[in-house]
């Protein structure tokens, strides 16, 4: 089994390698059609009170953690104040406090922002945080923290 796993690792290797030798990007995940990400406890216009609690919808896909390559799967990115680029849609997202991973598969999350208008998207990406093509992302929401 361990042969074999080796075997499989060698083949995925030499097949990336081909495929970074055949484009300068890494290629998008395919996302089914119809998937979508959505936030399911906020909409746009709501006051909240920080902490407040983010809860994350997908339908469509599955969620699986970073680093774990399945089919029709990925994990949430939450996106604060922030918009992604054409370009930066192609690429691993980047990870800062604007650009929240959840790796761990995580379907919620306890967020921490200071007073005034805030801007929240939800944005899935692969195993690699490569978002997917077409991408899955929610409409932005703003809302106010008190
Ligand atoms: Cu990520």
Same mark, same amino acid.
């Given at each position: 089994? $361990?042969?074999? &796993?080796?075997?499989?690792? !060698?083949?995925?290797?030499?097949?990336?390698?081909? $495929?970074?030798?055949?484009?300068? &990007?890494?290629?998008?995940?395919?996302? =089914? /059609? *119809?998937?979508? @990400?959505?936030?399911? #406890?906020?909409?746009?216009?709501?006051?909240?009170?920080?902490?407040?609690? @983010?809860?994350?919808?997908? /339908? !469509?896909? !599955?969620? $699986? =953690?970073?680093?774990?390559?399945? %089919? #029709?799967?990925?994990? +949430? +990115?939450?996106?604060?104040?922030?918009?992604?680029?054409?370009?930066?849609?192609?690429? %691993?997202? /980047?990870?800062?406090?604007?650009?929240? +991973?959840? *790796? *761990?598969?995580?379907?919620?999350?306890?967020?921490?922002?200071?007073? *005034?208008? +805030?801007?929240?998207?939800?944005?899935?990406?692969?195993?690699?945080?490569? =978002?997917?093509?077409?991408? @899955?992302?929610?409409?932005?929401?703003?809302?106010?923290?008190?």
């Amino acid at each position: 089994m $361990a042969i074999m &796993a080796s075997i499989r690792t !060698g083949l995925f290797l030499l097949a990336s390698l081909a $495929a970074i030798a055949a484009s300068p &990007a890494r290629a998008q995940t395919a996302s =089914p /059609s *119809g998937a979508k @990400v959505y936030i399911i #406890n906020l909409k746009d216009g709501d006051e909240v009170t920080s902490p407040f609690l @983010v809860q994350f919808g997908l /339908s !469509g896909m !599955g969620v $699986a =953690p970073a680093g774990v390559e399945k %089919p #029709n799967t990925g994990h +949430h +990115h939450l996106l604060i104040d922030t918009k992604m680029t054409d370009e930066e849609m192609k690429q %691993p997202i /980047s990870s800062d406090d604007t650009h929240k +991973h959840f *790796g *761990g598969g995580q379907t919620e999350a306890m967020v921490t922002l200071p007073p *005034g208008k +805030h801007t929240l998207q939800l944005l899935l990406a692969d195993w690699s945080h490569i =978002p997917h093509s077409p991408p @899955v992302m929610s409409e932005p929401i703003t809302i106010t923290v008190k």
